[in-house]
């Protein structure tokens, strides 16, 4: 059964930066899963914001977060990251990690994302 367990959020104001980090324990090989990150704020539904494939090559992300918000995984360390630079008040949120068991090809859609994360919040201050 895999663990994925989310670190780095915290406090920031607006125009500041935090990186996310997401360590995973699988029962197969961390490579072969594509990642990703959601977020959910206070009464409004998880929204997708950047995924990476399997081999790290391909990235994706959301409109609202492209060009600020970077995804990268170290597969050495079991570990994938979001950078998350010129934060937005709009950015707060409770940001969770996703794996998918199919690596490949990453997809926007939560329901294909087989294991989660418990989420870490993230407040960005005006």
């Known amino acids: 059964q895999a663990q994925l367990v989310e670190s780095g959020g915290g406090l920031v104001q607006a125009g500041g930066s935090l990186r996310l980090s997401c360590a995973v324990a699988?029962?197969?090989?961390?490579?072969?899963?594509?990642m990703a990150w959601f977020r959910q704020a206070p009464r409004k539904e998880r929204e997708f914001v950047a995924n990476?494939?399997?081999?790290?090559?391909?990235?994706y992300y959301t409109d609202s977060v492209r060009g600020r918000f970077t995804i990268t995984r170290d597969d050495a360390k079991n570990t994938v990251y979001l950078q998350m630079n010129s934060l937005k008040p709009e950015d707060t949120a409770v940001y969770y990690c996703?794996?998918?068991?199919?690596?490949?090809?990453?997809?926007?859609?939560?329901?294909?994302?087989?294991?989660w994360g418990q989420g870490t919040q993230v407040t960005v201050s005006s």
């Open positions: 996703a794996a998918d068991n199919y690596g490949v090809a990453p997809t926007a859609n939560a329901d294909d994302y087989d294991h």
């Open positions: 699988l029962g197969r090989s961390f490579n072969s899963y594509a």
């Open positions: 990476i494939d399997w081999k790290g090559g391909r990235t």
